[in-house]
């Protein structure tokens, strides 16, 4: 066999191993989007061989690849855009140039990237908070965050609260120009965790005077007790995000021990002791029917209880919302939830959603049967415009 066809060869094969055999007939732009997937499933293999070879920590080289697509803070004829610090964490600050002498209302944005890559600085961020500033006349603060594996829970949690904190301070509040009563949070999976968190927490926390409005969640993740819910089974390698990489960004946001995440990979990491939480995880009764469909719901398979003593973050609802108690859930301002059905997080939104309507919250859940995780503000996607439309036609009418 010549060259030629031995290199003809290789291409068929990486063809076949990397494009998906199946994808959603009710995909928008399938082409589009296979290709976007196959560029992730390249860049995840090669920075885990590279990882391999001790030449490159994957996470490291996520956050330098993502850092690429930065811009930098460039006012434009609607809106000033300013890089400032809020109790030494960095923000960047969007400010309609628009006059009004009304008080305006104001976003907290907190940005996604699975806590080790990401900032405000994205341009898919920079677009989003531009944008919702200009159409919504509200001051956007989107907030960065330090970053795993350098830092782990609870910096990242730590860093947005003091944030937050700070922003609702009433003379603060006051030199930006913004109602006190009209403040949101909102977030993106890893921010949407955030922001889930952070919410609980300046509910019940008495140094904040000013309490937040509304919290809006993109597709975030809540818990990390039971990975075997339906969206775990089913979409464990869709475009976006595959189970494995989940688990990887999810037990390094705790520790840089690699064994956790094999353990987690096996579902085996709650040990017996906290088996009273997992009604709070119970996808069997919070899930509606239409997504518990053909699946079985199988009773957990306990691991060390060492593990109990080694890592307790596991219970600490800053870091799992989703393990709030009733009681904790009760008060909670009017919220929004975006899940996409072709997401392994889709069911981390869709019980959310239930925990909170039970416990008397009101909610807005926007499911996109053609979503998948990622799909917000992604902007080489007609459906990310679609998304952030849906987002802030909402926001206009409930803030």
């Excluded at 490159?56 to 690429?68: E, K, M, Q, S």
Aim: glycine share 6%.
């Amino acid at each position: 066999m010549g060259r030629k066809s031995q290199f003809l060869l290789l291409v068929v094969v990486l063809v076949a191993y990397y494009i998906p055999k199946t994808i959603p007939e009710n995909f928008e732009e399938p082409w589009k989007l296979i290709w976007h997937n196959t560029c992730l499933k390249i860049f995840v293999h090669l920075g885990t061989f590279l990882e391999f070879l001790g030449l490159y920590n994957f996470l490291d080289l996520l956050a330098v690849t993502t850092a690429l697509n930065e811009v930098p803070p460039t006012s434009d004829e609607n809106v000033t855009v300013i890089e400032t610090k809020f109790d030494n964490t960095p923000v960047r600050v969007y400010i309609p140039k628009r006059k009004t002498e009304a008080l305006r209302r104001a976003v907290f944005f907190i940005h996604g990237g699975g806590f080790c890559s990401g900032s405000a600085a994205l341009r898919n961020y920079d677009f989003l908070s531009r944008w919702t500033a200009e159409r919504l006349d509200a001051v956007v603060v989107s907030s960065n965050y330090r970053l795993v594996p350098k830092y782990h829970f609870p910096t990242q949690f730590e860093d947005v609260y003091n944030a937050l904190k700070w922003f609702l301070r009433k003379d603060v509040l006051e030199s930006y120009g913004i109602n006190p009563e009209r403040v949101c949070i909102s977030g993106d999976s890893a921010g949407g965790n955030l922001a889930a968190a952070v919410t609980q927490q300046q509910l019940y926390d008495p140094d904040v005077k000013i309490k937040l409005k509304m919290q809006s969640l993109i597709y975030p993740a809540l818990q990390a007790f039971d990975l075997d819910s339906p969206s775990y089974r089913e979409y464990s390698h869709m475009p976006g995000l595959s189970k494995s990489l989940l688990i990887r960004l999810m037990s390094e946001y705790i520790t840089s021990d690699r064994s956790l995440e094999k353990v987690m990979l096996s579902n085996q990491h709650v040990p017996e002791e906290w088996s009273h939480l997992f009604k709070f995880v119970n996808w069997s009764s919070l899930l509606p029917e239409r997504f518990r469909k053909g699946h079985v719901y199988k009773n957990p398979t306990y691991g060390s209880s060492e593990f109990a003593q080694k890592y307790p973050v596991f219970l600490d609802m800053r870091a799992v919302p989703l393990l709030a108690d009733d009681s904790k859930l009760r008060g909670l301002p009017l919220t929004y939830v975006l899940t996409c059905q072709y997401d392994v997080l889709r069911d981390d939104g869709i019980m959310y959603v239930t925990r909170l309507r039970n416990a008397g919250v009101q909610v807005t859940h926007n499911h996109v049967e053609d979503g998948f995780h990622g799909a917000f503000a992604l902007l080489k996607f007609k459906i990310g415009y679609r998304l952030i439309d849906q987002y802030i036609n909402w926001l206009k009418e409930n803030l």
